[in-house]
């Protein structure tokens, strides 16, 4: 049976591995976006020929972030769309796009047709979904919906809660999904089964007690 946990056991690992354990949050980022990479390119029902990373301006974002650049420097045509107002994005996801903005990785706007790419990467929303999904969240996870290219989700399904499996207005219809650390316990729900396509869980390095633990 898989093992799950909710979205604020899953918050508070992320703390307590970055400020307790003392695990920098960028090496957390690097290795969750080496593993969704590999996923990837491990998913046969994926094509990569032409990829599109929806990024919130969340550590979600900034994991799809590191996606992009693996993309790019393996050779790999992929583009980034930045939904969302980038003056409030987080410290790791200006960081991350620093870094995408070093390898010239072009940006794209809420214009664009989807139907271009064959591969979308929804790393709108993770663990911060916290109301229901409105304007041009909503247009943007609707607009993969309807596209013909396959959509692989970083960490929880964008627009899914991830303690109840429940749509929050709308929500990203995965062909697959990268979950970090641990499943999250809404994502198993049969409800979610069509949102979350399949699965794959990524050890980046947080673990939920172990031998080694004092508490
Ligand atoms: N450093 C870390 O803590 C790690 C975080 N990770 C990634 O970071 C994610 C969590 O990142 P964040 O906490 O930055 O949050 P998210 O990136 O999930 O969300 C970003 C922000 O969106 C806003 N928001 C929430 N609901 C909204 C809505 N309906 N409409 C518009 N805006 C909304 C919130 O203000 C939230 O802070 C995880 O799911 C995972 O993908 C991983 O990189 C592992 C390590
Ligand atoms: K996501």
Redesign the pocket.
């Known amino acids: 049976m898989i093992q799950t946990i909710s979205v604020e056991e899953s918050?508070q690992l992320?703390?307590k591995t970055?400020n307790q354990i003392g695990i920098p949050?960028m090496v957390?980022?690097e290795r969750?976006g080496l593993k969704i990479y590999d996923d990837m390119r491990n998913n046969s029902d994926l094509d990569l020929n032409k990829v599109l990373i929806l990024a919130?301006?969340?550590?979600?974002?900034?994991?799809g972030l590191v996606v992009a650049r693996l993309l790019c420097t393996h050779g790999y045509d992929v583009s980034i769309l930045t939904v969302?107002n980038p003056d409030h994005a987080?410290e790791?996801h200006v960081s991350q796009q620093k870094i995408c903005d070093y390898y010239q990785i072009p940006k794209t706007f809420m214009n664009a047709d989807f139907n271009k790419y064959t591969t979308l990467v929804d790393a709108l929303?993770?663990?911060?979904?916290?109301?229901?999904?409105?304007g041009d969240?909503a247009t943007v996870i609707d607009k993969a919906n309807a596209s013909t290219a396959k959509i692989h989700a970083?960490?929880?399904p964008s627009g899914l809660n991830g303690d109840t499996g429940e749509v929050?207005g709308t929500a990203i219809k995965a062909d697959s999904t990268s979950t970090?650390a641990y499943v999250k316990a809404g994502m198993v729900k049969p409800t979610a089964q069509p949102y979350v396509g399949k699965l794959f869980i990524d050890d980046?390095g947080?673990y939920k007690g172990n031998t080694f633990d004092n508490e």
């Open positions: 918050r992320d703390d970055i949050s957390l980022m969750a919130g301006t969340g550590n979600n974002g900034g994991d969302g987080s790791d929303f993770g663990s911060g979904l916290s109301r229901n999904v409105g969240f970083i960490d929880i929050m970090i980046i947080i």
